[in-house]
C-alpha cells in the first residue's frame, strides 16, 4: 500500500527566507506528483504536477523536483512572503487499473512570519 | 471559469439524520472524487467516477455512505443514518480523465453531527 509522508509537519520562517518542504512516498511505481496548497477553510490549489518522467518543474518562485527511484520530492519556495502561508500538501497518483487516483501525504503547514 | 462547486458550506445535524453532500463539476471535465479529510486521518479517496460511472468505491467506510452521478454535471455523497464520527470536511473535485492532468477541488462541506 503506498504510503506518502510529509516532514517537517509544520514550520515557520521569517519572510525572505528560501525554503524547502519534503515528500517521500513508498512505493515509486507513480504516474505523477502533484504539490497542492491548502488555505484555512478552503480546498486545495494545485501549484505544481510532474510526470514520472520529469526531473522537475517551476512556477514563479516555486520549485518542485522528482527522484522517483529514492521515493521523494521537494518543494523549493525562494524567498517566502506572509501569503505563503497555508498547509502545503504533496500527492502521489498511483498506477491502478482506475489509473486516476491520488493518495495524499500528511501535509506540511507553513507560517511565513514578518 | 466557475470551479467545482459543493453544497453546502456548512452542515450540522443530529445523529441518525440523513446527509446529503451535492457537488457540480468544472464543465467538460469527466473524473469526478469525493474526498474526507479529518486531523486523524488526513485526505481519504472514498470514491470517484469516469464518465458518470463508480470506479472506485473501496474508500468509502461503510454502507451508510452512497453516492452518485445521475449525470455530468451532478453529483451527491449522501450518509444515512449520520453518525457523530461522521464529521469531516467533505471535498468534491474533477479533472479532465488523463493521468497527466491535475484535479480541483472545492471548497468543501464542514459536516458536524452532533
Known amino acids: 500500500k503506498q504510503e506518502v509522508t510529509q516532514i517537517p509537519a509544520a514550520l515557520s520562517v521569517p519572510e525572505g527566507e528560501n525554503l524547502v518542504l519534503n515528500c517521500s512516498f513508498t512505493d515509486s511505481a507513480i504516474y505523477n506528483l502533484q504539490w497542492f496548497r491548502q488555505d484555512p477553510g478552503k480546498g486545495l490549489t494545485s501549484l505544481l504536477l510532474?510526470?514520472?518522467?520529469?526531473r522537475e518543474q517551476t512556477s514563479g518562485r516555486l520549485n518542485a523536483s522528482l527522484d522517483k527511484s529514492s521515493g521523494r520530492s521537494t518543494l523549493y519556495i525562494a524567498a517566502s512572503q506572509p501569503g505563503d502561508s497555508a498547509t502545503y500538501l504533496c500527492?502521489?497518483?498511483?498506477?491502478?487499473?482506475?489509473?486516476?487516483?491520488?493518495?495524499f501525504g500528511t501535509g506540511t503547514q507553513l507560517k511565513v512570519e514578518l | 471559469d466557475a470551479g467545482v462547486i459543493q453544497s453546502p458550506r456548512h452542515e450540522v445535524t443530529e445523529m441518525g439524520q440523513e446527509v446529503t453532500l451535492r457537488c457540480k463539476p468544472i464543465?467538460?471535465?469527466?473524473?469526478l472524487f469525493w474526498y474526507r479529510q479529518t486531523m486523524m486521518r488526513g485526505l481519504e479517496l472514498l470514491i470517484y467516477f469516469n464518465n458518470n460511472v463508480p470506479i472506485d468505491d473501496s474508500g468509502m467506510p461503510e454502507d451508510r455512505f452512497s453516492a452518485k452521478m445521475p449525470n455530468a454535471s451532478f453529483s451527491t455523497l449522501k450518509i444515512q443514518p449520520s453518525e457523530p464520527r461522521d464529521s469531516a470536511v467533505y471535498f468534491c473535485a474533477s479533472s479532465l480523465y488523463r493521468e497527466d492532468q491535475p484535479q480541483h477541488f472545492g471548497d468543501g462541506t464542514r459536516l458536524s453531527i452532533l
Open positions: 500527492a502521489v497518483r498511483i498506477l491502478t487499473g482506475g489509473g486516476n487516483k491520488l493518495t
Open positions: 510532474i510526470q514520472s518522467s520529469q
Open positions: 464543465s467538460g471535465h469527466n473524473s
